[in-house]
């Protein structure tokens, strides 16, 4: 807690001053341009990956970056998902999985969260991912397994958001995208799933390729 105090005192001394238009401004309003679904995960930073200033994304943050079929539990992550799509009209929506996920540990394991009940309940959300994984992926162990269910969960979960009516209606005229990132914590590396690939690709080989 103690470094949690010494960081607020340096913001506020600080970083506030050096950046007070731009917290002037955000106090009337917020515009972001993309929805940011990531998991809880202590080691993920959503701002400091991408870079962003506050006001530049809408983040949702829960263990497995899971996001539950429309009607299947009208919460938080759905709610989010409603105004940053209908209200702050963001552009982009980013699901963004990691290495080392535990959520995604306890689908593999689900013997070990017998007291977790409320995590076990909440991984439910992921249910398509453990049949995914188990009818296409029984070939592979360890850590080629381990690797597999993260991303084919980023995967479902795009398939979640597209039963959200806001998200629908937006992907259906064209003027909203849906993105799959799983980000290495060892590494700094992105992979994003390239559509016509169907497979995931480095970020930055996938924009070296894009350059003329």
Known sequence: MEKVLKGLVKFQRDVFSKKKKLFSSLSQQQTPSVLFVTCSDSRIDPSLLTQTDP??????????NLIPTYGAAIGGSTATIEYGVSVLKVKDI??????????????????????????????????????????????????ALFAATIRENVLVQMDHLRTHPA?????????????????????????????????????LQKKSKERP
């Not at 006001?55 to 497995?64: H, K, P, S, V």
């Open 94 to 143: 980013i699901i963004c999985g990691h290495t080392d996920c535990g959520a995604m540990k306890g689908l593999l394991h689900p013997e070990k969260l017998q007291d977790l009940p409320a995590v076990k309940a909440w991984l439910q959300h992921a249910e398509t991912t453990v049949r995914i994984v188990k009818d296409h992926c029984a070939h592979l162990k360890g850590e």
């Open 167 to 203: 998200v629908a209606t937006r992907l259906r005229w064209g003027d909203l995208r849906l993105h799959g990132w799983v980000y290495s914590i060892g590494t700094g590396e992105v992979w994003v799933y390239d559509e016509q690939k169907k497979d995931f690709v480095n970020l």
């Open 55 to 64: 006001g530049d994304i809408f983040i949702i943050r829960n263990a497995g």
